[in-house]
């Protein structure tokens, strides 16, 4: 390719946009597209004959060498019509007219391949892709944002990314792009990385068949007028038959899509294919057949790893404009591949992401300054006034008052890029100039250098953030909430557009109002027919009790950072104002229940849109969070502790509901489940669960069945009618960074985000346990399923049973107002897994599951938590290798591992006597990687020292403490529980004190029963000295039980001792 200074040759330099769009400036030099309209008239009559067929646009694109720069290039095609987007040509017309091929090799190079041309025309927003084969792309992120800062393409595909569940998605983030991969999870190496840039409007692609593919990973592009199908594969070398016949299938059936264009990339592996001809060893004929005949053009005809040409493009409907290799990815042996497509790219103006917003400062806050003017201020009036609105008026003004005065504003600019000082982006646009203008090449390693340099003054501001936070007096909650707000800071939590009834909108103020729409759907528009409630309560209660005491155990446990609602009135204000603010709010609450009202302000609330999956676009991905105001949260709280005191002595909640009561938890639940499902299978009977799925629940809830259920409780005026109150005439406002909705109305549920709420909606849902006369019910909340036992002889009658029951439940949720989402419900089977039953609910076929996601713990049919571990293990992994990579000081990542990390895996530790030696070896195998890093080149290498050395015990023996525990709690009564643990009370032999605190063994027969819970540890609690047993307290008991941990009696040795340093003796 010629000089762009040669007499003669019409030529002008391509430029690429840049990714930050505030290093651009005012250079238009800069401009991101090729002025075409400057080009057309450049050219004379003399330079274009009238009879001269079309001015085409030769576009190679993203130079990257010394001696070669992308030109846009006028030239004459006398020849026959290009492929251009949109029109498909035959096989025959593409091979015959085959144009020459840009490429960033030195002049000696032969060029050979494609040079493709287009149709000048005004438009110049082309699709751009670049297609890298990273190995490994965890530590080249510097030199992949540097490349994407000086090209800025539409789409980056990258293959062999290497990256496994312990990478965040976090670290990999770049601004500006949004990030979609696929990790390979049975070994390591592999995978593909797509980063999209958020101009266009992109999401994931699910197929059956493409899914199949190995490493891949499928996209829908939005252009401007069409659909378009991307796709990344990584082929990895001597990939067996059976997988090539299923890449083949991929592309029969991406061909057959209903997509106007269609582009798969990749690395394939594939260098004795000559892709001129066509041809290749007998072994790729079914993959060459299928690209034939499904119309697929290669269209990278250069090496891209030594000789071989591995990175593949192929295109469907489409025909490059410019497809250029550059050099090779920094410590790859792969070269780049750029690629432009003569696709108008659907592009929108990103809105900034800098967000400017206001707060108050609560760390220069002056709170004895804010505790004198509230004791001091004027509240003659208030205490005078038997009006509610007027006290709480000027309770607000005065509190509003004293925090303008004690605690300063600041304005603060919210951004997810990383800050860079002007020096620095100044001398990243000389780079970027000087790297397109004068093919410079090493101006790139200059850019590395720059980046590396702001990150590097990134690290020193987050080592001195740690050091902060580790000398300040509550570090811990220091440092956890320092990850949040790195873990924060790393996403992207703005929503930029939305797609409604096929339309996206992206201004902020439609996506308010749509998010708000959608949410207020959830719920009833009408009140379910009104029956009579039998009461069911032998006592009643009107009022509830406020005192001090009470208003200050409530402030107590708020929690210091949370939202303020629509009053703007911070949480930390009530823990930090002293003694005085209880007064003033026991004067406001004994003014709202005598009166019966609750207050017209508090009735409005804030509602955050939060991602739960899927594409970020879709309105049914975002659930609502509800953010009340403080002050109602502390009423509510002192409300809720004796509403629940009444309950619970009057025995009104049904005892399998586990929760949102005190003494009950998911833990609770589920010892009670397993309890019982190892029970019957130690009986030798098959265990049949039914699982039910309420559709959204807490918002359906009618309000005039609510208050009849409430007075067959025993709740009547004035605490009925406050709830009453609680409940009617509410507003919610959705609330997107500083941009709000319309109020709209609530007209049914329980007010979610609410502290009386869920306590409200387990007294409504309370007697749906009574369709089910046969089966045994466990309720946490809304979560219902129902256990069956049968013999294989009676499974015919049982079906009969649970199919008269399904009707049962279906027929109460229709009288109560409610409905099940049968596309969530389910049955699964213990004992046998091809079992059948013809099961329906609701005329709909009940789902059979062969496993399930149950509270938290996700087990099989076969009873098996291998799954669990793995996605625990996965989970903890992630965050932990985002901590290791993200903090410094080797105390604040012990810290956070501590706090944050190993809660993850000691969640229901109970089931871990269940478990299997491998997963209880891979869960221990994360505290032993983390030790092994922490401690880097220390020689000791044994496991056991390193805790020791870093403060920190085995997981199996904080399991075995925790158990132990759990197990006391049982015992005395301390924790719910329905199962029956009993101790001896009759006395055998001479120590009368001892047998008396042992635990009665329940006799069994399989090994699943002997393993569970409460016999293990059963065994485990009768060989604990008899001071131990004998503790009354639990703090006693607590101390008593560590020097016991370290006994030889405790143990009966069932695992190999090459195991028994990392998981101690004890298959826990």
């Avoid at 873990?487 to 308010?512: A, E, F, Q, W």
């Avoid at 099940?820 to 099961?839: F, P």
């Amino acid at each position: 390719m010629g000089s762009p200074n040669v007499e003669g040759d019409n030529s002008t330099i391509l430029r690429p946009p840049s990714i930050y769009s505030d290093l651009m400036g005012s250079d238009t030099s800069l401009s991101p597209s090729i002025t075409v309209s400057r080009l057309k008239s450049s050219l004379t009559e003399h330079d274009h004959p009238p009879n001269a067929p079309p001015i085409h646009l030769t576009h190679p694109i993203l130079p990257n060498t010394r001696e070669h720069t992308s030109f846009a290039k006028i030239t004459y095609d006398h020849l026959s019509p290009v492929n251009y987007a949109g029109i498909k040509l035959n096989k025959q017309e593409r091979r015959a007219n085959t144009p020459t091929f840009s490429s960033s090799h030195s002049k000696s190079d032969k060029p050979q391949g494609l040079q493709h041309t287009i149709l000048l025309d005004k438009h110049s927003s082309f699709l751009t892709l670049m297609l890298i084969n990273a190995r490994s792309i965890q530590n080249k992120m510097t030199q992949l944002r540097a490349l994407l800062f000086l090209h800025n393409p539409s789409l980056v595909l990258i293959t062999e990314s290497w990256l496994s569940s312990d990478i965040t998605d976090t670290y990999l983030q770049i601004d500006t792009y949004e990030l979609f991969r696929c990790d390979r999870v049975t070994k390591k190496g592999g995978g593909c990385l797509i980063y999209a840039s958020k101009n266009m409007r992109t999401e994931i692609f699910s197929d059956h068949i493409l899914s199949k593919v190995p490493d891949s990973m499928w996209l829908t592009v939005h252009s401007l007028e069409c659909k378009i199908l991307i796709g990344c594969i990584y082929r990895a070398p001597n990939t067996p038959s059976l997988t090539d016949t299923i890449i083949s299938e991929s592309f029969a059936k991406a061909a057959s899509l209903d997509f106007a264009y269609k582009i798969v990339c990749g690395d394939f592996n594939l260098p004795t294919i000559n892709w001129k001809t066509h041809s290749g060893p007998p072994c790729y004929e079914g993959i060459l057949r299928s690209l034939d005949i499904h119309g697929w053009q290669q269209h990278v005809n250069l090496p891209t790893r030594n000789h071989n040409i591995l990175d593949l493009i192929f295109c469907h409907n489409v025909t490059p404009a410019s497809m250029v290799v550059g050099e090779k990815f920094h410590n790859s042996d792969h070269k780049i591949v750029f690629c432009t497509l003569p696709i108008l790219a659907k592009r929108k103006k990103l809105k900034t992401l800098n967000t400017c917003f206001q707060y108050r400062d609560y760390t220069n806050a002056d709170w004895s300054n804010f505790r004198f003017l509230i004791k001091h201020s004027d509240w003659n009036t208030f205490f005078t006034s038997d009006n509610l609105l007027e006290t709480l008026e000027i309770f607000n003004t005065t509190t509003k008052s004293a925090l303008d005065t004690t605690i300063p504003s600041k304005i603060a600019f919210k951004t997810i890029a990383p800050y860079i000082n002007q020096k620095a982006k100044s001398k990243l646009r000389k780079l970027r100039k000087t790297y397109f203008t004068s093919k410079d090449f090493s101006a790139l390693h200059q850019v590395y250098s720059v980046l590396e340099g702001v990150q590097s003054h990134h690290n020193k501001n987050k080592q001195t953030e740690e050091r902060t936070a580790l000398t300040a007096a509550s570090k811990v909650q220091n440092l956890c909430r320092l990850l949040e707000k790195r873990m924060r800071k790393n996403k992207d939590h703005n929503i930029h557009s939305l797609l409604h009834d096929g339309v996206t909108y992206y201004d902020p103020t439609v996506i308010c109002e749509l998010l708000s729409e959608w949410f207020s759907q959830n719920g009833n528009t009408s009140n379910a027919p009104d029956f009579n409630i039998k009461c069911i309560s032998k006592s009643y209660i009107s009022t509830i009790n406020f005192d001090i005491r009470s208003i200050h155990t409530a402030i107590k446990t708020l929690k210091p950072n949370a939202s303020s609602g629509v009053d703007d009135i911070p949480s930390i204000l009530y823990k930090m104002s002293g003694p005085d603010i209880h007064t003033l709010l026991l004067k406001i609450y004994t003014l709202s229940l005598e009166a019966g009202t609750y207050p017209e302000a508090w009735k409005v609330t804030y509602v955050l849109p939060k991602h739960k999956s899927g594409p970020r676009n879709l309105v049914g991905n975002y659930r609502p969070i509800n953010i009340t105001p403080v002050i109602s949260r502390i009423m509510e709280k002192v409300i809720q502790s004796q509403l629940s005191d009444h309950l619970l002595k009057e025995e009104l909640i049904d005892p399998t509901q586990h929760g949102f009561i005190r003494t009950r938890s998911c833990s609770t639940c589920l010892i009670d489940f397993f309890n019982e499902v190892t029970r019957i299978r130690d009986q030798k009977k098959l265990v049949i669960i039914l699982y039910f799925d309420i559709k959204k629940a807490f918002d359906k809830v009618p309000h005039n069945l609510l208050i009849n259920r409430l007075q067959s409780v025993g709740i009547i005026n004035p605490l009925l009618q406050w709830i009453k109150s609680f409940l009617t005439n509410r507003y919610q406002i959705t609330k997107l960074n500083s941009t709000t909705s319309t109020p709209r109305p609530i007209t049914s549920g329980v007010v979610q985000g609410s502290v009386l709420g869920p306590l409200l909606f387990i007294i409504y849902i309370n007697n749906i346990c009574k369709c089910f006369t046969t089966g045994k019910t466990y309720l946490y909340a809304d979560d219902l399923k129902v256990i069956y036992k049968t013999d294989v002889g009676d499974v015919r009658s049982t079906m009969q049973t649970i199919q008269h029951e399904l009707n049962n439940v279906d027929d109460w949720c229709k009288r109560w107002g409610l409905e099940l989402n049968t596309e969530k419900c389910g049955w699964l089977c213990i004992g046998n897994t091809s079992l059948k039953l013809k099961l329906a609910l609701n005329k709909n076929p009940l789902l059979r599951l062969t496993s399930v996601t149950d509270l938290g713990v996700h087990y099989s049919d076969s009873l098996k938590f291998s799954e669990h571990i793995s996605t625990k293990a996965s989970q903890t992994r992630r965050l932990l290798g985002f901590i290791l990579r993200n903090f410094f000081q080797k105390e604040t990542k012990i810290i956070l591992y501590k706090t944050c990390v190993r809660p993850i895996v000691e969640y229901c530790s109970f089931l871990f006597s269940n478990l299997r030696l491998s997963d209880i070896l891979k869960v221990e195998g994360i505290q032993r990687d983390f030790t092994r890093k922490i401690l880097k080149n220390d020689q000791l290498t044994d496991y056991k020292s390193r805790c020791h050395i870093l403060g920190l015990e085995p997981l199996w023996k904080r399991r075995l403490r925790s158990n132990l525990i759990l197990y006391f709690k049982l015992l005395k009564n301390l924790t719910y529980s329905t199962c029956n643990i009993a101790l001896y009370q009759d006395s055998h032999g001479y120590n009368l004190r001892d047998k008396v605190s042992t635990v009665k063994i329940e006799k069994h027969r399989s090994k699943t029963r002997e393993n569970f819970f409460l016999i293990k540890y059963a065994l485990i609690w009768n060989s604990l000295p008899s001071e131990v047993r004998m503790a009354d307290k639990l703090h006693t008991f607590t101390r008593l039980i560590n020097q016991p941990l370290t006994s030889i009696d405790l143990v009966q040795t069932n695992t190999s001792t090459s195991h028994t340093d990392i998981i101690g003796s004890l298959h826990i």
